[in-house]
């Protein structure tokens, strides 16, 4: 059975409930965690989280991906805007992978409109908090089951 999904999140998401709440609400990266845990078992899924502020480290952990998971859910924060070394990274794991936003990238600074994983991704939620999360396990096990 295809069902076990890694959860990753990027750089500066690890101090969530000290970032700004306009944006990210108050929650933090552990309550956001244990919602998460309750979204995937719900649908039928396993998770497990990595989370680092060390591209390489992240891009590393990449590279292992094939090997822990059949799907990835990515919040990659700042990097989504920018790094293109963990774009080639994601093309290299090669599993089904959904981007997620806690808030609006699109109605925030234009350099946040920019993904460089557009085109590899299957899908993107964004602007949804941490509901967004669950939308996004939801995407991830439909592709899990047709493929
Ligand atoms: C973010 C949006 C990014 O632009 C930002 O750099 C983050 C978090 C979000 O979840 O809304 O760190 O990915």
New binding site residues.
Partial sequence: MRNRVEVLH????DTLGR?DPE??GGITLQELEVRIKRFASELGLEVRFFQSNHEGEFVEYLHRLPDLADAALL????W??YSYAIRDALEIAAVPVVE????D?QS?EPW?RHSVFEGIVAGVV?GEGPDGYRKALAMLKAQLDGG
């Fill in positions: 990027g750089v500066n998401l970032r944006h990210y919040n990659a924060g700042a989504t805007h997620v936003h806690l808030s990238v925030r946040r964004s």
